[in-house]
């Protein structure tokens, strides 16, 4: 079991940043590889970005690649996501999720933190 905690969401202005952290336990969390999704009012949850288990590769969805940055730091156990130049279209809930399967599938998800842009 993995257990995951979303924070760092609130409420910021276009153009803004913002930096969001993902707490893990229950397992190495240098093990598995770990994402971030977001879900905005009346659509479906969407991939952001996701970084392999030791950092050194990461992925992005084209709507935030060059302004969003994942990281992780695998001594504190913890996933980050900065954001920069915020969007009113980045307003949703932000979830981190965890591939301890392996198989590219996310198996644990956090309870998932509100960012809401306003411009």
């Known amino acids: 079991q993995v257990q995951l905690v979303e924070s760092g969401g609130g409420l910021v202005q276009a153009g803004d940043s913002l930096r969001l952290s993902c707490a893990a336990s229950g397992r190495t969390f240098s093990s598995y590889a770990m994402g971030w999704f977001r879900q905005a009012p009346g659509k479906e949850r969407e991939f952001v970005g996701a970084i392999r288990r030791n950092g050194g590769s990461t992925y992005y969805a084209d709507s935030v690649k060059g302004r969003f940055t994942i990281s992780r730091d695998n001594a504190k156990s913890t996933l980050y996501l900065q954001m920069n130049s915020l969007k009113p279209e980045d307003t949703a809930v932000y979830y981190c999720?965890?591939?301890?399967?392996?198989?590219?599938?996310?198996?644990?998800w956090g309870q998932g933190t509100q960012v809401t842009v306003s411009s």
């Open positions: 999720a965890a591939d301890v399967g392996g198989k590219g599938d996310f198996d644990f």
